[in-house]
């Protein structure tokens, strides 16, 4: 039995699955598209019942991805029933889709979902009076509280299978003739889903209309002799009559207190401070910071920056761990536990195997090192997953999605595309793939040029090592935030240029539903966190691990194998990288006697992004101790490596950056190619990554090792923004000039 779940975005219908499923769940895409599938199996007594959770919509019109996918499910793989999902605190608007899913003959239930957050409201709703009203079985529910759940799906159990008449709110509507007509025309053909059929066909639905061009060009006559306000807009026609019959029998279903002009709830409260017009973007900026101070902050509480706490001489254990001088951040402490645990593990190894044999030096320097270096991280790459689904699931992205909308405007997006964008935080192919959720191609195409200037989680290993070495470990936090606000910052002025150069054209209007606040679901989080953790381990354990077994192998011989193992610059991928490594000395990773390796390293991000760390923990693993610039010694053979860069630490920023701004990985240039349906707009993408991340290392290293450098470019680059803000201003007053001269004549 398949039982799919319907519904709006935000009506609770991801948290009812997650419930039903439970771990049984998995993620796929469906045939043909990259639209997120997921499926699950809900289990009662002996019996297995296989759920699948549509993609959120508003309605079954083919104008989005997500509309196409579930229209296609319930059209060409109809389930045996449809649990549609409707939020009780938006009743009227939940319904329109009802009112679409019941022109269907697959048998329906409704969910009738957060009946707890109605009652708070003051709202009550006669579920036995809707049922009739709807013809359908009316549930009360909340997924959240996990109430009804029992009676919910006996419910769907009882009338999967049945066979169920359709019913449109045409049939009772001036519309009445025409889809009449549309009925008996598909009645003469093979068609399924006759009066669902009727309905798009009536609407002039694009799909429909190629497919059946017969039906369309027999009822034509009869749409022409409709005239109404519409003025021959049948799609807003048939969404006028669906809102009137629901609001027909909304009065005797709906009772309670209403919120007026002046009743607040607590959400709006929240609103008016959370998305301010003016304090909205700072606020969000502080959040951010937050996040990272409690995942990479180095001194948690600022004592060690007030010298409330003395630094020990000899640190013990206990302080690597906690904190020397200060108090470690969560993320520090709980990646301290893991590294002491990983260098036990591989001293552990080390000691059971033979020394100087070429096989101790692959197990212990090679995989030990390169996966050792990528796991360490897990507990911090965790921890800010844990914190960003904690915003997203309260409701709060949605609002950061509305206010941010006023500013992606000016760059030629709207705030739609920022949930997308958004999701490359986590992974920037669930990222690249959700732009199909722009409508508009320019918007699209953009949003996935600017895709990968979000740093993904498979990234963050790369900025926690190096905050770990760079100015002694401390200001981590700082460090890595400054990674991320050095995408967005790049990002934006990409959107800038695209959008006065090679996507030019108007944005997008952006629409989108708030959800009220709730507190989230411990028991979704925890999921969210689970299917992360066996993505990254599995990442490890294949692509990374094999990649690790290459390089090492690559590293330790030269061309002629039988002279046994050799030093790293003189092994096949030494002697080839030198080659090219000077193309990389005017962002200054490539200088010096080890610029080499951190070339190999930016370019084995090309298979996936862990690689970076992986590849110079492999290195580092055979690495002598070198001296810092600032004259420190660097304590980890890492720490080493990264000590070893002749252009200091502006260098290993401007590594940091190439490897934020360039190229993804190869699974995230597969999806934009798959968005962009075409290699030469690919090619470009491509070549405007590399070109991005080669420019703004090269300034940055410039910019932070020369200072006479700096302060010409910074100056640049006020006078540059200085000029256009005041050929905006004389626009403006010229536009306004104009304005007043037409009105006056």
């Known amino acids: ?82 649990i549609n999902v409707v939020d009780s605190t938006n ?10 899913l019941l022109e269907t003959e697959t048998p329906v239930v409704v969910a009738l979902n957060m009946t707890d957050a109605a009652e708070k409201q003051g709202l009550s709703i006669d579920c036995e009076t809707l049922s009739k009203n709807l013809g359908v079985t009316v549930i009360p529910i909340s997924a959240l509280k996990k109430t009804g759940i029992k009676e919910l799906m006996d419910a769907a159990k009882k009338a999967a299978g049945k066979k169920r008449t359709p019913y449109s ?35 002039g639905d694009e799909e429909e209309v190629k497919q059946y061009p017969d039906v369309a060009e027999k009822i034509a006559p009869l749409k ?52 301010h017009r003016i304090f909205g973007i700072p606020i969000f900026l502080v959040i951010m910071f937050a996040v990272f101070h409690l995942t990479f902050g180095e001194d948690l509480l600022y004592l060690g920056a007030m010298g409330a706490i003395p630094e020990t001489a000899n640190p013990t ?68 997953f844990l914190f960003l689904s904690i915003l997203e699931d309260t409701g709060y992205m949605a609002r950061v999605a509305f206010i941010m909308d006023r500013a992606f405007r000016r760059f030629g997006l709207s705030g739609k595309a920022f949930m997308p964008l958004l999701m490359c935080f986590g ?35 790369i900025w926690g090592a190096f905050a770990a070495v760079l100015f002694g470990g401390a200001h981590g936090d700082l460090i890595v935030f400054s990674m991320y606000f050095l995408g967005i910052a790049v990002a934006v002025l990409s959107a800038i240029l695209l959008k006065k150069t090679a996507l030019k054209g108007e944005t997008a209007p952006f629409i989108m539903e708030l959800p009220a606040y709730h507190i989230p679901s411990f028991k979704h989080t925890m999921l969210h966190l689970w299917e992360k953790l066996k993505h990254y381990i599995f990442r490890a354990a294949t692509i990374i691990a094999g990649s690790i077994v290459v390089i090492w192998f690559l590293t330790n011989f030269d061309f002629d194998f039988w002279n046994g193992l050799v030093s790293q610059g003189d092994s096949i991928l030494g002697k080839i990288a030198k080659v090219f ?95 962009f349906g075409s290699k030469k707009k690919l090619w470009f993408a ?60």
């Not at 930016?602 to 298979?607: D, K, P, Q, V, W």
């Open 427 to 461: 992974c920037a192919v669930p990222g690249i793939m959700a732009t199909r959720t722009l409508e508009n191609e320019k918007e699209r195409r953009m949003a996935v040029l600017l895709a990968p200037f979000f740093s993904c989680g498979a990234k963050l290993p």
């Open 317 to 384: 254990a206990f302080n690597d761990i906690f904190g020397n001088g200060a108090i470690n951040s969560p993320g520090v402490i709980l990646q301290s536990l893991v590294g002491l645990g990983t260098d036990t593990l591989t001293e552990l190894i080390s000691g059971a195997m033979p020394e100087g044999t070429w096989y101790t030096g692959l197990v212990v320097d090679g995989l030990c090192g390169g996966l050792f270096s990528v796991l360490s991280f897990i507990p911090q790459i965790l921890l800010l």
């Open 91 to 100: 009743l009227e608007r939940n319904l329109y889709l009802t009112t679409q």
């Open 1 to 82: 039995m398949k039982i799919a779940l319907a519904g709006n975005p935000n009506s609770g219908k991801t948290t009812l699955f997650n419930l039903l499923t439970s771990s049984t769940a998995h993620v796929g895409n469906y045939p043909g598209v990259t639209v997120e599938k997921r499926e699950g199996t809900y289990k009662s007594g002996g019996e297995k019942i296989t759920v699948v959770d549509l993609p959120g919509i508003y309605s079954l019109s083919p104008y989005s991805p997500e509309e196409t996918v579930s229209r296609n499910v319930l059209l060409f793989d109809a389930p045996d029933a449809i």
């Open 686 to 745: 491509i070549g405007y990554w590399m070109a991005t991340a080669y420019v703004v290392s090269a300034l940055l290293f410039l910019c932070l090792r020369y200072k006479a450098v700096g302060i010409t470019f910074l100056c640049l680059v006020a006078a540059a923004v200085a000029f256009f803000v005041a050929k905006a201003i004389i626009k403006r007053k010229k536009a306004s000039s104009a304005a007043k001269n037409e009105n006056s004549n």
């Open 224 to 275: 022409e002799k409709v005239t109404n306000e519409f003025d021959g807009d049948f799609e807003g026609m048939v969404a006028d009559i669906r809102y009137k019959y629901i609001g027909g029998f909304m009065g005797s279903v709906l009772s309670g207190r209403k919120k007026s002009a002046h009743t607040l709830t607590k959400s709006d409260k929240a609103d008016r401070v959370l998305t």
């Open 169 to 203: 709110p045409l049939e009772n509507s001036y519309l009445k003739d025409i889809f009449d007509a549309a009925k008996s025309e598909y009645s003469q053909t093979k068609a399924n889903e006759i009066c669902f059929r009727a309905v798009k066909a009536v609407e």
């Open 581 to 675: 490594s000077w193309l990389f000395v005017p962002l200054g990773f490539g200088m010096g006697e080890n610029g080499w390796m951190f070339v190999v390293a930016a370019f084995s991000g090309l298979i996936a992004k862990e690689m970076v760390v992986a590849t110079l923990g492999t290195f580092a693993g055979v690495d002598d101790a070198l001296d810092i610039d600032t004259g420190e010694l660097a304590s980890t053979a890492f720490g080493s490596l990264v000590a070893s860069m002749a252009g200091g630490w502006p260098a290993a920023v401007a590594f940091m950056a190439f490897n934020l701004l360039s190229v993804p990985c190869m699974a995230a240039v597969a999806a934009a190619s798959g968005e």
